[in-house]
């Protein structure tokens, strides 16, 4: 997930959120939980880890009797490699098409190039091991956690299918990028959101001139303050309140339940500490990153009573239930425990005043020549979102690889305002019993009134209670 992960991929056309709400309001939780993971209704029939649906010029349709006035993307980046790594690890990765040529701008304007380009490459030694790091690293030429050459493609495919539909289908978009007022670009300062963010609006204006004056501004938050995923170094409570949700009986019972389980599968990767023992993200990362590239999953030798060796491997079996284990861990954590709504505040609150105040500074004319924002994160960006809007079980299912978010703004020819929100390709769903508005057009103000339920009026405040 972000702060653990950082991927995700959501495209917002619409004013995103609302203004600050009170700290201890807490909506009713999902009654869903209220079976363990065997009777959880998944609605997973057809989710792809590897990669998210797109949206679809041939299918798109604009809100009929409105003109769009701007259009907020958030996503996740594209597949990666994994973040966590196994001893002895023989895979071998490959990201030979993602590299970039870079130079340094003098401090002049216009801005000229002063150093020449260079472009950093990644090595892993064939020595790997002889000098003391032995086997700590798979083979390749990828780092750990990077943007693969598939996560690039796909990347770029979103890219285009947001061309078709607004530049192609509703000339919303200027078709040449020759100003770059037009847009806002923004992702977490990490190698792979920043190469999906460039694949991406790569593809959505191609062709474009390479020079300073054309280069698109890509706005980066420091670590220490980053606010596009939960930033439990910056806000210990959120780490308070994960604790106690994870603490709470069901939690706990579910993961007596999934135990064997998790206990055979750290055997095999040969793992240990409270971070394996309490949540699925890591099993979910290696396995994931190694089924998307039809790579053997892992194994491990273990001797057995005759002095043989005999290999213990995860399962395709076992794929599916940690995907499942984890759909359930984080739905649990983000939706429907009591305490999801003050956790939610902490983890996604400062993103959603971010996207709000973008949409109101827009209907204020305060915005300039603003069309398009991207916002380039991870699943941990994607996910609480997905959850403040209550969004159905189908929806709130791990965001696979490039997912979308699009929040569109629309302006009715009678003045008022709605937003559209898109997930992956399809108008979000809403929990059937939590059905608060229609997300294909939902009026401005009752988009605020839901949101604002989850935007602090001081995160320092809330972060210190």
Known sequence: ?????????????????????????????????????????????????????????????AVPDAKLELVQVVVRHGDRTPVHLLSNDNTTWTCDEVAENIYLNGADQP???TTGAFRQLIEIPSWNGKYGYANQVWRGSCDVGQLTD???????????????IYIDKLGFLSAQLNNTDEIYARTTNVWRTKNSAESLLGSLWPKR????????????????????????????????????IVDSEQFQAFLKDQGPLMA?????????????????????????????????????????????????????????QVARNSHYEWTFKYRDHPLSHNYLRLVTGSLLGTLKDQVQEH????????????????????????????????????????????FELWKKNDGS???RVIYNGQVLKVQPEFEWCDLNACPLDTFYKHLDEYIPESIVTECAQ
Not at 150 to 156: C, F, I, Y
Not at 219 to 231: D, R
Request: hydrophobic residues 35%; proline residues 5%; neutral net charge.
């Open 363 to 406: 209907i204020a004319g305060k915005t300039g020549n603003l069309k398009f924002a991207l916002y380039s994160g991870h699943d941990s960006t994607i996910w609480p979102l997905l959850a403040a809007f209550q969004a159905s079980n189908k929806n709130m299912l791990w965001p696979p690889y490039a997912s979308n978010i699009l």
């Open 264 to 320: 055979r599968l750290s055997g095999i990767f040969d793992v240990s500490g409270s971070d394996w023992a309490s949540s699925w993200d890591g099993y979910m990362d290696i396995l994931q990153a190694r089924h998307c590239h039809g790579v053997d999953l892992p194994c491990s030798e273990r001797a057995s009573i005759s002095g043989k060796s005999t290999p213990k491997c995860a399962t395709a079996e076992d794929l599916t």
């Open 209 to 244: 001139e390479i020079t300073p004056q054309t280069a698109i501004p890509f706005h980066t938050y420091p670590k220490e303050i980053e606010t596009m995923y939960g930033n439990a170094d910056a806000c210990g409570k959120i780490r308070t309140l994960e604790s106690k």
């Open 111 to 113: 801005a000229t190039n």
């Open 417 to 419: 305002r709605v937003v």
């Open 150 to 164: 598939k996560g690039k493609s796909q990347h770029r495919l979103l890219g285009s299918k947001l061309r078709g």
């Open 1 to 61: 997930m972000g702060a653990r992960f950082l991927n995700s991929v959501v495209v917002i056309t619409v004013a995103l959120v609302a203004a600050a709400a009170v700290a201890n309001a807490s909506p009713a939780s999902s009654s869903s939980f209220g079976v363990g993971v065997s009777a959880y209704p998944f609605d997973d029939a057809s989710y792809n880890y590897c990669v998210a649906d797109y949206p679809d010029d041939q299918t798109y349709n």
